[in-house]
């Protein structure tokens, strides 16, 4: 898929990588929660769409390894909390 340019490309993945987890989501708004109360997906669809996006994104961010790294964090800090965050911390890791 190449390597994301900017926010918009990476957040237009992450809407693909969901939707290829659950074909049955509709427009994924940046607000949507990933992990937690009120999710897009269940527990195991998050766990396959992590494992999804980290493949969309060529292995540039390993997003398995930091999510244990990140269960030690407060759930309101957590960057898989939304896309919206989600999304900022992948364009901050690939511009690193």
């Known amino acids: 898929m190449g390597e994301p340019q900017d926010r918009g490309q990476i957040l237009e993945i992450i809407a693909a990588t969901l939707k290829e987890v659950d074909p049955n989501l509709g427009e994924i708004p940046e607000h949507a929660v990933l992990s937690g109360a009120n999710a897009v997906v269940d527990s195991i669809g998050f766990v396959n769409f992590l494992v999804s996006l980290e493949q969309a994104?060529?292995?540039?961010?390993?997003?398995?390894?930091?999510?244990?790294?990140?269960?030690?964090?407060?759930?309101?800090?957590?960057?898989?909390?939304?896309?919206?965050?989600?999304?900022?911390?992948?364009?901050?890791?690939?511009?690193?």
């Open 57 to 96: 994104l060529d292995q540039r961010v390993d997003l398995a390894s930091v999510f244990i790294e990140q269960s030690e964090v407060d759930p309101a800090d957590s960057p898989f909390r939304t896309v919206a965050s989600l999304t900022d911390w992948i364009a901050d890791m690939l511009d690193a």
